[in-house]
């Protein structure tokens, strides 16, 4: 076996990798760069390397750099994880060619999946179903344009070279079809320097059914079990599960096959993915293949009770298939939630910010969290801004989605935006437990997708004020007490002494009178609001605050930061801040300010000065974590003013560019 791999990745994937390998006693190298110096994996590999700066070109793409540590550490192999270069035909055949092992499939076999037109074109050649489209070379606007019309819309531009959603638009007539196919170019060609495009059919109710398939170098493939990967949003995937419900035994099998039947294709070596639409009559068609390991193979590995990368490891090495395909046992139902940075309230744009607070879930045999990242820790523009997975594993699916529900409830991040509170809402849908699957799910059901326990505006505000007395408390206990002029207490000259409490909750502001007794661990309170008053027991254990009141008990944990906090109940989290007297709020811009949504950079400006735009209009085009996002003209208008250009970076926020409507300047 080896002696010492490097990982030539980040985060969640670099931190899997080194923790299968060094159970198997393998030393680990790692790389990083500026922006990771501190990071997780740096932290659990023996020996780490510096690349260069943060963005991805100066550092985790940079394959000359990457190859000459990995020789000048001893290293006889490269795990690349997935994104970066895991699929990058260049980077697999020079690890080749100076004697280092490239744990995934040879570099023909990547050139082969790698673009997704040649991919369908080797499938169908192979016997494999595939969806109804064009997979052509020639790239001509006008030839894309005409193949458009022919395949007939709702349709799907994807990049032949992409992955994760990017450089993919869903086009629903002609009239879009321009500008969704530079979009979509742009967006490719930065992400995989490739924009070539393939068209294919869009299935209305489709399912994304994938296949795990792994191949070794003595000629055996196998297929473990099957996944569905339907839940997505923007074409990402949000909620991952195997086996896939409701599929027939036959289909099953036939799709196996299918997948094994891809690999042969191509002589495939290692761990692959074949992915496929399943249509509503039991259909299915052959989608792409991704040559390395996937995001949501832990599900996998919970139903069959394999370690993928350690499969990835010994086949690699040369040994044979740890199992072949009659040994291949399933047992219960798995589910994964990625944990993202970003907002699912506009659009599930990517957040930034440190993670200042961050509580998990216990790991045990049924809850599992893979992440590359600590409390503390910066979610920056650079990178993919997911966090980590949640993986969960029961008897059988009803039971794995209890398992999701509670486990989410206990997952709590607060200084950066996320999707927790969707996740959990999603996984607690009554849609979602009757496995009513489509790739449109969270279109479809958008109007369901709400939390079935909310936190009531008033209990949010007893409970709030909870954690901030005991802050207050906290504070004066460096006071002297011997004084009862200091004492927050009900000591006072023929008077009860009231404390007043002003709370700010989604902007509106709301007054609490307080009357405190303090005894011991447990405190008291007599807290009135709107003319009513609640008796009040309070109680910590770190963050956790047991409450009663009037007579009912509940618990809530908070993150209190100065004067803001946040709340985390039934799986979703309640943001509350105090008042005080220096408290200013910002003059808010216009409503029809436009603004960036996130930090990120400017891809470009596609007006000028003093141009005429109309409402819908494509303006300014801006980056952030490999996705790009339109700022279209709300209204009809005039260009006032361009703040930036096509480079620049810009901040959350940040004003693009004026427009005057019906000659007010916004």
Same mark, same amino acid.
């Given at each position: 076996?080896?002696?010492?791999?490097?990982?030539?990745?980040?985060?969640?994937?670099?931190?899997?990798?080194?923790?299968?390998?060094?159970?198997?006693?393998?030393?680990?190298?790692?790389?990083?760069?500026?922006?990771?110096?501190?990071?997780?994996?740096?932290?659990?590999?023996?020996?780490?390397?510096?690349?260069?700066?943060?963005?991805?070109?100066? +550092?985790?793409?940079?394959q000359d750099k990457i190859l000459d540590i990995a020789l000048k550490s001893g290293a006889q192999a490269i795990h690349p994880g997935y994104g970066f270069l895991s699929e990058n035909t260049h980077f697999a055949e020079d690890c080749a060619k100076n004697?280092?092992?490239?744990?995934?499939?040879?570099?023909?076999?990547?050139?082969?999946?790698?673009?997704?037109?040649?991919?369908?074109?080797?499938?169908?050649?192979?016997?494999?179903?595939?969806?109804?489209?064009?997979?052509?070379?020639?790239?001509?606007?006008?030839?894309?344009?005409?193949?458009?019309?022919?395949?007939?819309?709702?349709?799907?531009?994807?990049?032949?070279?992409?992955?994760?959603?990017?450089?993919?638009?869903?086009?629903?007539?002609?009239?879009?079809?321009?500008?969704?196919?530079?979009?979509?170019?742009?967006?490719?060609?930065?992400?995989?320097?490739?924009?070539?495009?393939?068209?294919?059919?869009?299935?209305?109710?489709?399912?994304?059914?994938?296949?795990?398939?792994?191949?070794?170098?003595?000629?055996?493939?196998?297929?473990?079990?099957?996944?569905?990967?339907?839940?997505?949003?923007?074409?990402?995937?949000?909620?991952?599960?195997?086996?896939?419900?409701?599929?027939?035994?036959?289909?099953?099998?036939?799709?196996?096959?299918?997948?094994?039947?891809?690999?042969?294709?191509?002589?495939?070596?290692?761990?692959?993915?074949?992915?496929?639409?399943?249509?509503?009559?039991?259909?299915?068609?052959?989608m792409e293949m991704n040559t390395r390991l996937q995001v949501e193979h832990p599900v996998t590995e919970m139903i069959t009770g394999q370690d993928l990368v350690e499969w990835q490891l010994r086949i690699a090495y040369g040994e044979p298939l740890p199992?072949?395909?009659?040994?291949?046992?399933?047992?219960?139902?798995?589910?994964?939630?990625?944990?993202?940075?970003?907002?699912?309230?506009?659009?599930?744009?990517?957040?930034?910010?440190?993670?200042?607070?961050?509580?998990?879930?216990?790991?045990?045999?049924?809850?599992?969290?893979?992440?590359?990242?600590?409390?503390?820790?910066?979610?920056?523009?650079?990178?993919?801004?997911?966090?980590?997975?949640?993986?969960?594993?029961?008897?059988?699916?009803?039971?794995?989605?209890?398992?999701?529900?509670?486990?989410?409830?206990?997952?709590?991040?607060?200084?950066?935006?996320?999707?927790?509170?969707?996740?959990?809402?999603?996984?607690?849908?009554?849609?979602?437990?009757?496995?009513?699957?489509?790739?449109?799910?969270?279109?479809?059901?958008?109007?369901?997708?709400?939390?079935?326990?909310?936190?009531?505006?008033?209990?949010?505000?007893?409970?709030?004020?909870?954690?901030?007395?005991?802050?207050?408390?906290?504070?004066?206990?460096?006071?002297?007490?011997?004084?009862?002029?200091? +004492?927050?207490?009900?000591?006072?000259?023929?008077?009860?002494?009231?404390?007043?409490?002003?709370?700010?909750?989604?902007?509106?502001?709301?007054?609490?009178?307080?009357?405190?007794?303090?005894?011991?661990?447990?405190?008291?309170?007599?807290?009135?609001?709107?003319?009513?008053?609640?008796?009040?027991?309070?109680?910590?254990?770190?963050?956790?605050?047991?409450?009663?009141?009037?007579?009912?008990?509940?618990?809530?944990?908070?993150?209190?930061?100065?004067?803001?906090?946040?709340?985390?109940?039934?799986?979703?989290?309640?943001?509350?801040?105090?008042?005080?007297?220096?408290?200013?709020?910002?003059?808010?811009?216009?409503?029809?300010?436009?603004?960036?949504?996130?930090?990120?950079?400017?891809?470009?400006?596609?007006?000028?000065?003093?141009?005429?735009?109309?409402?819908?209009?494509?303006?300014?085009?801006?980056?952030?974590?490999?996705?790009?996002?339109?700022?279209?003209?709300?209204?009809?208008?005039?260009?006032?003013?361009?703040?930036?250009?096509?480079?620049?970076?810009?901040?959350?926020?940040?004003?693009?560019?004026?427009?005057?409507?019906?000659?007010?300047?916004?």
């Amino acid at each position: 076996m080896f002696r010492k791999i490097l990982i030539a990745n980040r985060g969640e994937i670099a931190c899997r990798v080194i923790q299968t390998a060094q159970k198997m006693g393998i030393r680990c190298v790692a790389v990083y760069s500026e922006a990771d110096r501190h990071s997780r994996h740096v932290a659990l590999a023996d020996e780490a390397f510096l690349l260069g700066p943060a963005p991805s070109s100066e +550092s985790y793409l940079r394959q000359d750099k990457i190859l000459d540590i990995a020789l000048k550490s001893g290293a006889q192999a490269i795990h690349p994880g997935y994104g970066f270069l895991s699929e990058n035909t260049h980077f697999a055949e020079d690890c080749a060619k100076n004697g280092v092992v490239f744990i995934g499939p040879p570099a023909s076999a990547i050139a082969a999946m790698g673009s997704k037109s040649a991919a369908k074109a080797i499938m169908g050649k192979a016997g494999v179903p595939l969806v109804p489209g064009y997979h052509g070379d020639n790239q001509s606007p006008d030839v894309l344009r005409e193949e458009a019309l022919k395949c007939g819309f709702p349709l799907l531009l994807k990049a032949v070279a992409g992955g994760g959603g990017k450089g993919m638009r869903v086009v629903e007539k002609i009239e879009e079809f321009e500008e969704a196919l530079s979009a979509a170019k742009r967006e490719s060609q930065n992400a995989f320097g490739n924009s070539d495009m393939l068209i294919e059919r869009y299935l209305t109710q489709p399912r994304h059914v994938e296949i795990q398939v792994f191949c070794d170098t003595h000629g055996n493939g196998v297929y473990l079990s099957e996944r569905d990967c339907s839940i997505q949003r923007r074409h990402q995937k949000v909620l991952e599960e195997a086996p896939a419900p409701n599929l027939a035994p036959e289909t099953r099998k036939a799709m196996g096959e299918s997948a094994v039947k891809a690999t042969q294709a191509i002589d495939y070596v290692g761990a692959g993915t074949v992915e496929f639409l399943y249509d509503v009559d039991g259909s299915f068609f052959f989608m792409e293949m991704n040559t390395r390991l996937q995001v949501e193979h832990p599900v996998t590995e919970m139903i069959t009770g394999q370690d993928l990368v350690e499969w990835q490891l010994r086949i690699a090495y040369g040994e044979p298939l740890p199992l072949q395909q009659n040994q291949i046992t399933l047992h219960g139902h798995a589910l994964e939630a990625r944990v993202y940075a970003e907002d699912p309230n506009n659009d599930f744009l990517p957040a930034t910010g440190t993670l200042q607070y961050l509580k998990t879930p216990l790991d045990n045999r049924h809850v599992r969290v893979d992440t590359g990242v600590v409390e503390g820790d910066e979610v920056s523009i650079h990178y993919d801004p997911m966090i980590a997975k949640l993986i969960v594993w029961d008897e059988n699916r009803e039971r794995a989605i209890e398992r999701m529900v509670q486990a989410l409830e206990h997952y709590r991040i607060d200084g950066v935006t996320t999707n927790l509170g969707f996740l959990h809402t999603l996984s607690d849908s009554n849609a979602f437990r009757a496995a009513d699957l489509t790739t449109n799910f969270i279109d479809i059901h958008q109007a369901d997708l709400t939390p079935k326990y909310v936190l009531e505006t008033e209990q949010q505000l007893i409970l709030s004020a909870c954690f901030f007395l005991k802050t207050q408390s906290e504070n004066a206990s460096v006071v002297d007490h011997s004084s009862p002029f200091v +004492s927050n207490h009900n000591w006072r000259l023929n008077s009860v002494f009231t404390q007043s409490l002003r709370l700010v909750i989604a902007g509106e502001t709301h007054d609490l009178a307080i009357v405190s007794n303090d005894s011991g661990v447990t405190s008291s309170y007599q807290i009135t609001y709107k003319e009513q008053t609640f008796t009040v027991e309070a109680n910590f254990q770190e963050d956790r605050l047991n409450a009663v009141i009037n007579g009912y008990r509940t618990h809530v944990f908070g993150s209190l930061r100065d004067h803001n906090l946040m709340l985390f109940s039934g799986g979703q989290r309640y943001s509350s801040t105090r008042f005080v007297e220096t408290f200013e709020q910002q003059e808010g811009r216009s409503e029809s300010s436009l603004t960036a949504p996130m930090n990120g950079s400017v891809v470009a400006v596609l007006v000028e000065k003093n141009q005429i735009v109309k409402q819908g209009q494509t303006l300014v085009i801006v980056e952030a974590m490999k996705m790009e996002h339109a700022i279209k003209a709300p209204k009809n208008g005039t260009v006032e003013e361009i703040f930036f250009h096509a480079g620049e970076l810009v901040n959350d926020g940040a004003e693009l560019l004026s427009l005057n409507f019906d000659g007010e300047e916004s």
